[in-house]
């Protein structure tokens, strides 16, 4: 049994529906569901009992002690968090409440867990895997070397400082209390069922919409761009045999500038999904930067490439043709999470246990 949490969000959804295809150990996955946790994600696995969906708060420090007693799981995976950079900006308490203090809670509860209810070889067995962001390392310049896991942390924004905090909270609780502790730190993800708030599934959404396509300032800040399954795989591989208090980078040697990115998006559309009146491009509109905007993220995978066997499988253009099919392909998921109809699936069609 593995305990996942934020597994109704983007990646963590990716995550469980990969494990449960490749895997028979079932999954508890913890999630408040905020507004970016839609059980529709994971509607294919019906009712498969090896998922069991439990709607709970991290931060609440007894529940997640209860479920833990309750479910004894080999692994925890952290994936739950606020994490979105502009709603950061505009309202940073949540991030806090979340990243930081909701971490600690889990962490208090996990450490009460193995300390006190696992047998010697449990928990030789046993590792909290925390899944964070390159975004805690801060921007580099256009010559910079990408970030490796012993650049010094320099966050920007609240989310990253947020997330830098709940990173520095993970690492102490492996050094003073030995909780066998591994931490990722990847770049940007795309692909299904990525929220349409971030750039790639807001871009063809809008697109299709005949809406502008936003762009920050002058486009040339550059993102690292990672097909979320690639992702999903380093985490698998790193929970596999990752050395406990250790820390792994996780990119896809795929720096794009945002404009470019955008540029093609709207080529692919303009392949697959053709506008009488002429090419998606002509909807880019450019909009006033972000506060604080990093202008540059990239990383150095090569740890996680010599000493665990990682390598990408995706491309940035097999990746992100892959993405635009899917959205093209999935317009009743894209419809209801525009409509806010998402937000209904837990009364309407999933059978949860109540927190
Ligand atoms: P997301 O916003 O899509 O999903 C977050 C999930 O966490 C949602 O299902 C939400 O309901 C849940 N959640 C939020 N607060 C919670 C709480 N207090 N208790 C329980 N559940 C809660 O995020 P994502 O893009 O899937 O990111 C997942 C993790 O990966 C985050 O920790 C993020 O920092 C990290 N990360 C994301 C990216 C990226 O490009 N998206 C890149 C690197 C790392
Ligand atoms: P985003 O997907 O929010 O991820 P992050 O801020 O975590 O990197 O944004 C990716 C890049 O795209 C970032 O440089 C901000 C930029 N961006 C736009 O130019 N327009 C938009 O509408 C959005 C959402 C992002």
């Known amino acids: 049994m593995i305990f996942v949490t934020g597994g109704a969000g983007f990646i963590g959804s990716n995550f469980v529906l990969d494990w449960l295809a490749q895997s028979d150990e079932p999954v508890v996955?913890?999630?408040?569901?905020?507004?970016?946790?839609?059980?529709?994600?994971?509607?294919?696995?019906g009712h498969d009992?090896?998922?069991?969906f439990?709607?709970?708060?991290?931060?609440d420090e007894?529940?997640?002690?209860e479920l833990l007693m309750e479910y004894r799981p080999r692994a925890v995976l952290h994936f739950a968090a606020e994490s979105h950079v502009d709603r950061s900006i505009h309202g940073p308490r949540d991030f806090i409440e979340t990243n930081v203090n909701g971490t600690f809670n889990l962490l208090e509860a996990v450490r009460a867990y193995y300390g006190t209810n696992l047998s010697d070889t449990e928990k030789q067995a046993f590792r909290f895997l925390h899944v964070s962001t390159d975004e805690v390392y801060g921007t580099l310049s256009a010559t910079d070397a990408p970030f490796s896991e012993t650049t010094a942390y320099a966050p920007n924004s609240p989310y990253s400082a947020s997330k830098a905090a709940s990173d520095h909270l993970v690492r102490a609780y492996h050094h003073t209390y030995g909780l066998p502790t591994l931490t990722t730190n990847?770049?940007?993800?795309?692909?299904?069922?990525h929220f349409p708030e971030k750039l790639i599934p807001l871009i063809i959404m809008n697109a299709r919409l005949g809406k502008s396509l936003p762009i920050y300032g002058d486009?040339?800040?550059?993102?690292?761009?990672?097909?979320?399954?690639?992702?999903c795989a380093a985490i698998r591989r790193v929970l596999d045999a990752g050395r406990p208090g250790d820390v792994y980078n996780v990119g896809g040697w795929n720096e794009?500038?945002?404009?470019?990115?955008?540029?093609?998006?709207?080529?692919?559309?303009d392949e697959l999904d053709p506008r009488p009146q002429g090419s998606y491009r002509e909807q880019i509109t450019f909009v006033a930067d972000r506060p604080g905007h990093d202008r540059r993220y990239a990383i150095d995978a090569?740890?996680?490439?010599?000493?665990?066997?990682?390598?990408?499988?995706e491309t940035f253009d097999t990746g992100i043709r892959k993405t635009v099919r899917w959205y093209l392909d999935n317009q009743p998921w894209v419809e209801d999470v525009r409509s806010g109809n998402y937000l209904k699936w837990l009364e309407k069609n999933y059978n949860e246990r109540q927190a």
Do not use: F
């Not at 470019?260 to 559309?269: A, E, F, G, K, T």
């Not at 090569?302 to 499988?313: F, H, N, V, Y």
């Open 29 to 45: 996955n913890v999630d408040k569901l905020t507004y970016a946790g839609n059980l529709s994600n994971l509607v294919s696995l």
């Open 302 to 313: 090569r740890k996680l490439e010599a000493e665990l066997g990682w390598t990408p499988k």
């Open 256 to 269: 794009k500038a945002n404009l470019d990115v955008v540029h093609v998006l709207c080529d692919i559309l």
């Open 62 to 65: 007894k529940k997640m002690s």
């Open 54 to 59: 439990v709607r709970a708060d991290v931060g």
């Open 219 to 231: 486009g040339q800040q550059v993102r690292d761009w990672l097909y979320v399954s690639d992702h």
């Open 186 to 193: 990847c770049s940007n993800n795309y692909g299904p069922y």
């Open 49 to 52: 009992p090896r998922h069991i």
